[in-house]
């Protein structure tokens, strides 16, 4: 990369990634000038520079991950409205990871401008026009883990006790993992996935079972197919409260109902308990597959709404989901469902809150 007095080397490492595909085209300069950058309008990730050799593009940028096609839709609202709160000068710039073709089709026709790690490039301003499309290669295709949900069901585990596959030999992390989901995963599911897992440098063989090559970065792979798979194989239903009452009003309901119908906490009202920083507009509440949870709705006098702030997830572990951390997380679902639900949505309201959440309950298992 280039470098002048301006220039600040990125601590994002997409922010480090998506330059390094910037400046590999020809005449072209990128700097990051400010991460986080903030005005007396906006607050966001990072201030991008963009120059060619007569001209120069400012981009506000912010990282959104985990975007599928369902939330295009809203992405493109969110970038809408970040750009009637710049400048002139100024224009909004999505930072992001593994977009799919699809994906990359549907913001290209909102005209919603991007980079990502996987080397997509969209800009259309009057000062720059580049269009990069990252063709896979064969051989990668042919390399990528096929993401399933019965694979995500044995990610989960991996993440949530790395010593699961750690020991007992490898024949014990198939039979460990297999007993603790639900019918449908196979032994020979759990066995394949570790294998696919291992060939993908996510995980390596020892002695003894597995180890995590790079927890965070298999965090982030389970995150993506949460948002953009597992998450809509679990949900039930969605709803709100019958009645005009702020969603503050009905937390302690919520709360206090948890012990009786035997459902685990999640989502933003799970997330305010952790942290006691996020003030929280809804919750998920976790239940066991054969639950028959039509008492629960009528007790909490919810309404089927798709619009609603509450939701009724099914449990992806058939014994327990909850992390007790102490005894201070009693039914609470583990921080790793949380973490990706607050992930899933963009939303910058809910950022700092997540990475709370990482810091205080996750980054200890990165450690094992």
């Not at 950058?37 to 120059?51: H, K, M, P, Q």
């Not at 009057?126 to 044995?154: A, D």
């Not at 997330?271 to 507009?281: D, E, F």
């Not at 039509?294 to 992806?316: A, M, S, Y």
Request: some cysteine; hydrophobic content about 35%.
């Amino acid at each position: 990369m280039n470098l002048d007095k301006n220039f600040m080397y990125p601590k994002t490492p997409l922010f480090q990634k998506c330059l390094l595909f910037l400046e590999s085209l020809p005449n072209i300069k990128a700097t990051i000038q400010g991460e986080p950058y903030f005005s007396s309008e906006v607050l966001a990730d990072g201030e991008l520079i963009i120059s060619t050799s007569n001209k120069t593009a400012n981009y506000i940028c912010e990282i959104k991950t985990g975007i599928t096609n369902d939330i295009v839709e809203q992405v493109a609202e969110y970038f809408a409205n970040l750009a009637k709160r710049l400048n002139d000068k100024q224009r909004p710039l999505l930072v992001t990871r593994n977009l799919s073709s699809l994906v990359v089709d549907q913001l290209i026709e909102r005209n919603i401008e991007f980079i990502d790690i996987d080397g997509n490039i969209y800009l259309n301003s009057p000062e720059i026009y580049i269009v990069v499309r990252n063709q896979t290669s064969k051989e990668n295709t042919n390399k990528s883990l096929e993401i399933t949900v019965p694979v995500l069901q044995v990610i989960y585990f991996i993440l949530k006790d790395p010593s699961i596959i750690a020991s007992d030999g490898i024949n014990g992390s198939y039979e460990k993992i297999d007993c603790l989901l639900g019918s449908g995963i196979t032994p020979k599911t759990v066995k394949n996935t570790l294998e696919k897992l291992q060939e993908l440098d996510y995980i390596k063989r020892t002695s003894e079972g597995y180890k995590i090559i790079d927890y965070i970065k298999l965090l982030e792979r389970w995150e993506l197919g949460y948002a953009e798979r597992l998450r809509s194989k679990l949900l039930i239903g969605t709803f709100r409260y019958i009645g005009k009452q702020n969603f503050w009003e009905i937390e302690n309901k919520l709360k206090l109902y948890a012990q009786k119908y035997g459902y685990l906490i999640g989502g933003e009202l799970a997330a305010s308990i952790m942290t006691q920083y996020l003030r929280p507009v809804g919750a998920t509440l976790h239940i066991h597959k054969d639950h028959y949870y039509f008492p629960l709705v009528v007790d909490l006098r919810l309404k089927p709404d798709p619009d609603g702030n509450i939701e009724i997830h099914q449990r992806l572990d058939r014994q327990s989901d909850q992390h007790d951390h102490n005894g201070e997380l009693n039914n609470l679902i583990n921080p790793l469902l949380v973490h990706a639900e607050l992930v899933r949505t963009g939303d910058s309201r809910l950022k700092e809150t997540a990475q709370l959440i990482f810091d205080k309950y996750i980054a200890e298992l990165a450690q094992k």
